[in-house]
C-alpha cells in the first residue's frame, strides 16, 4: 500500500512537472489584463493571411538585439510583454467580421477598456482602445474592417504610438501595406 | 543461592585465582573445617574450576568458518553496490527525467533568424498601427480640419504619454 503510494506521487509529480511549460506558454499572454480575445473568424473566411503572436521572451531578445542600435527602441520594447495579430481577407461579405468587431467592441467596453479613436464609416471601421489599470497602461488594441480586411492588433504593455514612427524608421524594415 | 555462596563467594574466588594472601587463606582454611557448609561450597567452587579448565576449545567446522568469514566481504560489497537496490535505481533514473523537465522549463535561447523574423512581424505589427493611426488622422482632418485633428491626435498621444509617465513614476 505504501510502495503503490509512493509509486502514484512519482509518476504524479512527474506529470505535473512535464505539463507545466506547456500550461505556461498558452497562458502567457491570456492571463495578462491586456489581452484580448478576438474570436475566431476562420470558419467564415479560412486562416488568417496574418497571424503574428509575439510573447514577452521573444520580444526581450529583439530588445536586446536593438539595444546596440537605438536604446531607445530597446527600452520602449522592454515594455511591452506581447503583440498578437490576426488580418483575415474578406473577399466575401464583410458582415461577419463587422459582426465580429462590434462583438469585441461590447467585450472590451465591459471589460474596462477605453476609447480613443473610433472611426465608423460606411465603408471602414476603425477603433483603437485602451487599457489602464491602476493609473498603468496594460495594453492596446487597434481593429479596423473595411471591405477588403479585417485587422486586429492587440498590443500587450506599455506602447506610446507617438514613438511608433521612430520605431519604424529603426527597424528599417520593408512592410508592403495597403494603406488606402 | 544459599548464605554461604553469598557471604564467601568473594573470598572463595580470591583463594581459587591466588590472590588471597597467605595469612587469609589459612584463616579461611580454619573456618573452613568448622564449616561443613563453607568446606563444601570451596570444594564445589574448586572442581567447577577444574571442569572449566578441562573444557577443550572444539574448532569449528570448515564450511561454517568459511561462510562466518566471508560476512564481512559480502557486507563491505553490498555497500559498494548498494546503488543497484532498487530504491537508487529508482532515483538515478529519475535525474535524467527531473534534467529535461527543467531544461523544458528554461525560456528557449531563440536563434538569430528567429528573432530577426520576430523583428519583422513586430514591424508589421507596428505598420498596421501605424495604419490605423493614419486612417484615423484623415478621418478627423476630413471633419474638422488639418489644425484640429492635429490638436485631437496630440491630445489623445499626450493622454496616452501620461499613462506611460505615470507608470514610470509608480516604478521609481
Known amino acids: 500500500m505504501k510502495r503503490l503510494f509512493r509509486n502514484k506521487f512519482v509518476i504524479g509529480l512527474l506529470c505535473t512537472l512535464f505539463s507545466l511549460p506547456v500550461i505556461a506558454q498558452e497562458d502567457e499572454l491570456k492571463d495578462l489584463p491586456g489581452y484580448v480575445d478576438f474570436g475566431d473568424l476562420s470558419l467564415t473566411y479560412g486562416e488568417p493571411k496574418i497571424t503574428i503572436n509575439l510573447g514577452g521572451t521573444m520580444l526581450n531578445f529583439v530588445g536586446m538585439m536593438s539595444s546596440s542600435e537605438s536604446p531607445e527602441t530597446s527600452e520602449m520594447i522592454s515594455k511591452l510583454k506581447g503583440i498578437r495579430v490576426q488580418i483575415y481577407s474578406l473577399e466575401e461579405n464583410a458582415d461577419v467580421a463587422r459582426s465580429q468587431f462590434s462583438d469585441t467592441k461590447s467585450n472590451l467596453k465591459s471589460s474596462g477598456w477605453e476609447p480613443i479613436v473610433q472611426v465608423n464609416e460606411d465603408d471602414e471601421q476603425v477603433l483603437v482602445y485602451m487599457k489602464a489599470v491602476d493609473g498603468n497602461m496594460e495594453g492596446m488594441t487597434v481593429m479596423v474592417v473595411d471591405d477588403e480586411e479585417a485587422v486586429f492588433v492587440n498590443v500587450i504593455g506599455q506602447l506610446n504610438p507617438a514613438e511608433l514612427a521612430q520605431v519604424m524608421d529603426q527597424f528599417d524594415v520593408n512592410v508592403d501595406l495597403d494603406l488606402d | ?172
Open chain 2, 1 to 172: 543461592m544459599n548464605e554461604y555462596d553469598e557471604k564467601w563467594e568473594e573470598r572463595i574466588n580470591a583463594l581459587l585465582d591466588g590472590e588471597l594472601s597467605a595469612d587469609d587463606a589459612e584463616r579461611l582454611k580454619a573456618e573452613a573445617s568448622d564449616d561443613r557448609e563453607l568446606a563444601r561450597a570451596i570444594v564445589e567452587a574448586y572442581q567447577l574450576q577444574k571442569a572449566m579448565d578441562e573444557v577443550k576449545v572444539e574448532r569449528a567446522p570448515a564450511s561454517l568458518s568459511k561462510r562466518l568469514n566471508a560476512i564481512p566481504r559480502e557486507h563491505s560489497k553490498a555497500r559498494t553496490f548498494s546503488f543497484l537496490q532498487p530504491r537508487w535505481a529508482m532515483a538515478l533514473a529519475a535525474i535524467p527525467l527531473v534534467v529535461i523537465t527543467l531544461s523544458l522549463m528554461q525560456p528557449d535561447t531563440p536563434s538569430a533568424s528567429e528573432i530577426a523574423k520576430a523583428r519583422q512581424e513586430m514591424a508589421i505589427a507596428f505598420a498596421y498601427l501605424d495604419k490605423a493611426n493614419a486612417i484615423t488622422s484623415r478621418e478627423i482632418e476630413s471633419s474638422v480640419g488639418h489644425t484640429l485633428a492635429d490638436a485631437v491626435t496630440g491630445s489623445v498621444n499626450r493622454a496616452i504619454k501620461s499613462q506611460n509617465l505615470n507608470s514610470k513614476e509608480k516604478e521609481a
